[in-house]
Each structure stands twice: as C-alpha cells, then as structure tokens.
C-alpha cells in the first residue's frame, strides 16, 4: 500500500484548506482510511476516519462541523476539507490506511490500528 499526500500549506484564522490522500498498491474497498495530526512536542493523534466501503465516517470531537471527510472511489483518493481552520490546526497530517473493520477502528481508533502511512503535509494556521 502506497499513500501520497498532499494539499497542505499556510492559510489564516478561519480559512479553508483541502488534503488530498491517493491510495495505489492494492484494492481498497474494505479498508478504513484515516487522517492523523501531528503538532510539535505532541504525539500523533486521530483526526478522522471513513470507510472506504460505504462512506461512513467519523471525527475526533475538535474538529466536528468543521473537517468534511470523503472519497473518491474512481480515483483511489481520499479528501479531508478542512474549514474554520484555527492555529490549534497547525500540525503535520498524515493519511493512513487500515485493514481493520469499522467496527474496530470506532473502538480503537489509534495510531496502532493503521497499518499503512504516507508522508506527512504540513498545515500551518496563522492568527
């Protein structure tokens, strides 16, 4: 499995920014796909994860109403639209990609349940 992203940059307080993940190397339709951050000094946490299969998503609580997660299935590609963006964004994301179910992705949904990385994009949010 191969994950390449990008889309990240510098962008105000409350503006918008959109990260694209292309998946290649296998088929991906059983798999949970999932955007992680990563500020300095702080360890890697869970941003968002979708299902590849049927769409379904789910977001950790600081960036619900704001992040939008979607796929393109044609294009093997994921999409994190990120809005209201706020300094506390500023971090370096990293798509991943899992084999586990759904169902044990919501329970654990760590950095350990992601088998596969890409490189990470930084996104900076100036104030």
């Known amino acids: 499995v191969q994950l390449q992203a990008s889309g990240g940059g510098l962008v105000q307080a409350g503006g918008s920014l959109t990260l694209s993940c292309a998946a290649s190397g296998r088929t991906f339709s059983s798999y949970v796909m999932g955007w992680f951050r990563q500020a300095p000094g702080k360890e890697r946490e869970f941003v968002a994860a979708?299902?590849?299969?049927?769409?379904?998503?789910y977001y950790t609580d600081s960036v619900k109403g704001r992040f939008y997660f979607s796929r393109d299935n044609a294009k093997n590609t994921v999409y994190l639209q990120m809005s209201s963006l706020k300094p506390e964004d500023t971090a370096v994301y990293y798509c991943?990609?899992?084999?586990?179910?759904?169902?044990?992705?919501?329970?654990?949904?760590?950095?350990?349940?992601?088998?596969?990385w890409g490189p990470g994009t930084q996104v900076t949010v100036s104030s």
């Open positions: 979708i299902s590849w299969n049927d769409g379904r998503t």
């Open positions: 991943a990609a899992s084999s586990s179910s759904w169902f044990s992705i919501r329970e654990k949904s760590g950095a350990g349940s992601f088998g596969s």
